[in-house]
């Protein structure tokens, strides 16, 4: 066994493993690689290269734009077909796969079942594919009747010029429902954040303001990026009931296109995953005046501080009490499960390399048992999600970013909420923090790693240095790492365990990694003959 | 229920298909290049196809898939793949240090028009191909096929840029092994040792995705087929090609390129197609059969006759790959099961021919269709309408087992909720009898879950 680093005296400089990491690169490669990895020093406003393009032959952890926006922001939402315009495989991977779980009331749409294609073959490459999406929009409707179709665009659609926007117009006027498109090719941006642009976009386009129904609650929110992986969206659904505030939509998790109409009637919107969909907050804040705060339901205290923030922004003596009374007795519950488990997992070692909003979320919940992130960083974010959103005036936007369209938008005359607007003033004059993100390199430790993009690579040389005791990623990360002899949780799966989210949420995850931590079966790797003198026979019973 | 909108009403269609029952072809190039030893695939076009492959492949298999992209943005879809390519051979060759780069297109670099053949000779003309390392590829558009084309398209790629003639037969043959498990590369492999026949399996991702834990990742393991296994291809006495659309493209390309005749055959799933491959082998090779590949048989018919009862007249759905579905339907007829229906996303003309043969006089009323618009929205209509006693299927099916109460066997790709296929193989006798004790077993299972009590039985 190699001896485990030694954190007590705090973190290691890592230097010496990014240089070990960088020169094994041909030197071009080498320099570019550098900006996107840094050694984190709180305070000091260090620079991370981010959202840019993924070097041609490295082994890396991104997808592509299609797969942000249906797989990602469209996907989790029930009823609405979406029609994946391409070849077959294209909708076949994105079939069920992200594990967003939905709960439809009796006799209501579910469409998540089901992969829907047009299933393009070589005679529309050359012909043009228009003809066969309008039939396949045609059928759709008369077989399944839903109340929306979504037209997602893939690469071979986009070069051979079908327009997926002209096709959806058409065919609304035709059949009557709301039919949007979407372009989002995977050759556009530099990973699945382009698609999540683009899929805010399309949302805010032709969904939200679609119905102004009237108020159905005194304290009416709508909660952006969490997508009911696990049943998140379950553990925060019973916590906002309880406590009397009305869950008006979800984007997009256990959501439905109907509620997302009316989403702009909400009186707040919380951010979870703010690389994915902090673009629809913006844009209903600057339409409809609604403000918006980011916050984590990952972590027990992270939730807590998630209900006060939501409490504080109502003023509500009675809405805060009911707040208190959920945390206190959740909390209880919680203590004595952290309690127990950090007693076995105080002092491990953890690393993670997931999407744009987990590295930093599940950092907390680390924290409440005890273990230290030495290295983490995101998949497909932007400067702002690592420094914060300060630095959002001074990203350079390159050409990738600017082929996706950034919507003006302007003041619903009508719709517009003074009243928030005059509330968001006065919060603010008391200390409340709105429309503002840290970021995840000020809440972690100097010295720390921070890596964009990582590749398997620095993955194989990163365990080799730190020997962690945990490595979070996903599937295509999973058995690369466990082989090496260090378990794997899968933060975009949860490896079919959850919820994680919310009070029910940390208590999965406490036992979870005392499960990952403590289990017996790593230390049988090694057979018993190699360790315990190694048997070199010299008889043979067979010939 | 989890698939409320399918009815027993079914709508003509043309455009829309609605859970397919087939992907696209550059998983089938990555699955098949992952079968060569050193070798690392690359997925030229953008990085999302590499990943999504690379998931689906590593959800089935649980074990390490290990792919590269050339990662096209806009400006390569404007511009052409070239650099982008070239530029993923040198940092491949630099950072992962594979033996052979097996190189697939997409539909994106097919649309527009890169050549690979052409980007892989400037690569190697302007020696950005190290000494004794290889570049392959092969052209796997998206919108032609299925996942089997690709699996073929880079198979007969590997042949024709490794098998060579030279002027000395080598005494083995060549054994092209069709979209299999790697237990079932493991169970041909064993068979003809049994029949002490010298062979080169190609693929074989038997030690490469079933490899075990060490506490040491290989980015290449031990297992696939060596470079000099390949070169000598061309030398072989003869090709036994398992699955016409699996192998039937390497087939010829090594007859024509070599002269190494061949013979296809169809997987040995079941009694009969194992029957027709032991044959064929037992001739090719000039061996005669041991009596352990007897008992093996015996074995199986033995068991068939002992449960019979449970098997006899059973309506089946089937849903996969041609080349699985044909033996297996062929099986499923030799037990007195029904087969009544049967569909296939992968599109070929000899699937109704064979089906035909099989099921026309045995199951007359069976529906079977291929290609487009055979997808499993239709399978699951067929079976509203009149259902079925058992479905064997990939992972997809568990909606339509859920929602119709009916057993189900996993078999074919992708398995994403179960473990066993990359363990237990299912072809050859032994294989065979794997089948039918899953067969048994699901059958059986639901008889004592939902029969009265009075009728609940200690013995079955």
């Known amino acids: 066994m190699v001896k485990k680093l030694d954190i007590t005296q705090g973190l290691p400089d890592p230097s010496k493993v990014m240089d070990e990491i960088l020169a094994k690169y041909p030197t071009k490669i080498a320099r570019k690689r550098q900006k996107s990895l840094v050694i984190n020093e709180p305070g000091e406003g260090k620079e991370i290269q981010a959202n840019v393009r993924t070097i041609p032959g490295i082994i890396t952890q991104r997808g592509c734009t299609y797969a942000g926006c249906k797989g990602v922001i469209l996907g989790p939402t029930r009823d609405v077909i979406n029609l994946v315009h391409g070849p077959i495989g294209c909708s076949f991977y994105a079939w069920l796969t992200r594990r967003n779980q939905t709960r439809p009331a009796e006799g209501e749409d579910n469409f998540i079942t089901y992969s829907f294609s047009t299933d393009i073959q070589d005679s529309n490459i050359v012909f043009g594919g228009e003809a066969k999406l309008k039939d396949a929009v045609r059928e759709a409707f008369e077989i399944f009747k839903p109340k929306a179709i979504g037209i997602f665009s893939t690469c071979p659609v986009g070069l051979i010029g079908d327009d997926v926007h002209a096709v959806s117009r058409e065919m609304k006027e035709e059949l009557g429902i709301n039919i949007f498109g979407f372009s989002c090719e995977g050759y556009r941006g530099v990973s699945q954040s382009a698609g999540h642009h683009i899929a805010n976009n399309g949302i805010f386009k032709n969904v939200i303001g679609n119905n102004n129904k009237d108020r159905i609650g005194k304290f009416q929110i709508n909660l952006l990026g969490e997508y009911n992986i696990g049943g998140d969206a379950f553990e925060l659904e019973r916590l906002f009931d309880e406590a009397g505030i009305t869950l008006l939509s979800t984007f997009s998790g256990n959501s439905t296109i109907e509620s997302m109409e009316y989403s702009h009637t909400a009186d707040l919107n919380l951010i979870m995953c703010h690389r994915s969909i902090n673009y629809i907050a913006e844009m209903m804040e600057e339409k409809y005046g609604i403000p918006w705060v980011k916050v984590s339901f990952i972590g027990a205290e992270g939730t807590t501080k998630a209900l006060r923030k939501v409490a504080e922004y109502f003023d509500d003596a009675k809405l805060s009490a009911k707040v208190e009374e959920i945390i206190e007795r959740e909390m209880k519950k919680v203590e004595v499960v952290r309690k127990a488990v950090k007693a076995k997992t105080e002092g491990k070692l953890a690393m993670m390399f997931v999407g744009g909003s987990r590295a930093h979320h599940y950092q907390d919940l680390f924290k409440e048992i005890g273990v230290t992130t030495v290295s983490a960083g995101y998949e497909f974010a932007h400067r702002d999600d690592y420094e914060g959103r300060d630095v959002i005036p001074s990203i350079k936007i390159d050409a990738d970013t600017r082929n996706i369209e950034d919507l003006t938008v302007e003041k619903d005359i009508e719709l517009y909420r003074e009243d928030l607007a005059v509330k968001k003033e006065k919060l603010l004059k008391s200390g409340y923090e709105f429309s503002n993100y840290d970021g995840m390199m000020p809440e972690m430790k100097k010295n720390s790693l921070v890596i964009d993009d990582i590749n398997h690579w620095e993955t194989e040389k990163l365990i080799e240095y730190y020997k962690p005791d945990l490595f979070c990623a996903g599937i295509k990360e999973k058995y690369v790492v466990q082989k090496s002899g260090v378990p794997l949780k899968q933060l975009h799966s949860y490896d079919y365990g959850g919820p994680y989210a919310g009070y029910e949420g940390a208590i999965n995850f406490y036992l979870e990694m005392e499960r990952m931590l403590c289990t017996r079966i790593w230390k049988m790797v090694t057979t018993p003959w190699k360790t315990d003198p190694e048997i070199v026979g010299s008889f043979a019973i067979n010939e | ?460």
Request: aromatic share 8%; glycine share 8%.
């Open chain 2, 1 to 460: 229920m989890l698939l409320n909108h399918t009815t027993s009403k079914i709508v003509e269609r043309k455009a829309l298909t609605v859970n397919p029952a087939k992907t696209c072809q550059p998983i089938g190039a990555m699955y098949a290049a992952l079968g060569i030893h050193g070798c690392l695939p690359h997925s030229h076009g953008s990085q999302g196809c590499c990943s999504y492959h690379r998931s689906t492949l590593t959800r089935h298999y649980k074990e390490p898939v290990m792919a590269a992209t050339s990662s096209f943005t806009e400006g390569a879809c404007v511009f052409g793949g070239q650099s982008n390519l070239l530029q993923a051979i040198t940092n491949i060759f630099t950072i992962y240090e594979p033996d052979i780069i097996a190189v697939h297109s997409t539909c994106l670099s097919e649309t527009i028009g890169d050549d690979l053949s052409q980007i892989v000779g400037k690569a190697a003309s302007e020696g950005q191909i190290p000494e004794g390392k290889h570049v392959i590829q092969a052209p796997t558009p998206s919108y032609v096929g299925s996942h089997v084309t690709g699996y073929a398209n880079m198979v007969e790629g590997i042949v024709k840029y490794f098998a060579k003639k030279s002027d000395e037969l080598k005494n083995q043959l060549n054994i092209l092994s069709g979209w299999v498990e790697p237990s079932d590369m493991r169970e041909l492999k064993r068979m003809l040792k049994l029949m002490k026949v010298k062979n080169v399996l190609l693929p074989d991702t038997s030690d490469v995705l079933d490899s075990p834990m060490t506490g040491k990742f290989e980015m290449y393991p031990k297992g696939g087929t060596t470079i000099p296994e390949m070169v000598s291809m061309g030398d072989s006495l003869h090709t036994i090609a398992l699955g016409e659309w699996a192998t039937e493209k390497a087939a010829i390309t090594l007859d024509n390129q070599c002269k190494v005749k061949f013979s296809m055959t169809d997987l040995p799933i079941g009694i009969q197609a194992t029957d027709r491959f032991i044959q064929a082998i037992a001739k090719a090779g000039s061996v005669s059969v041991p009596e352990s590949i007897n008992d093996e048989r015996g074995r199986l018919v033995d068991v068939i006759t002992d449960m019979h009862q449970y098997l006899y007249g059973k309506r089946v759905a089937l849903w996969g790959d041609p080349d699985q579905l044909i033996p297996l339907a062929e099986f499923l007829v030799d037990m007195d099961m029904k087969p009544v229906y049967i569909v296939s996303g992968t599109p070929g003309k000899n699937f109704n021919k064979r089906m035909e043969e099989i099921l026309g006089e045995s199951v007359p009323e069976a529906k079977y269709k291929n290609g487009a618009n055979a997808d499993m929205l239709l399978m699951h209509q067929w079976i509203k309408e009149n259902p079925v006693d058992l479905l064997i299927g990939n992972t997809y099916g568990k909606y339509i087992s859920r929602d119709e109460n009916i057993p189900f066997v996993r078999m074919g790709f992708p398995i994403i909720d179960r473990i066993g296929h990359s363990y237990f193989p299912t072809l050859g006798y032994m294989g065979g009898l794997r089948i039918l004790e899953k067969i048994l077993s699901a059958l059986m299972d639901k008889q004592d879950a939902t029969c009265p009590e009075e009728s609940f039985e200690l013995v079955m």
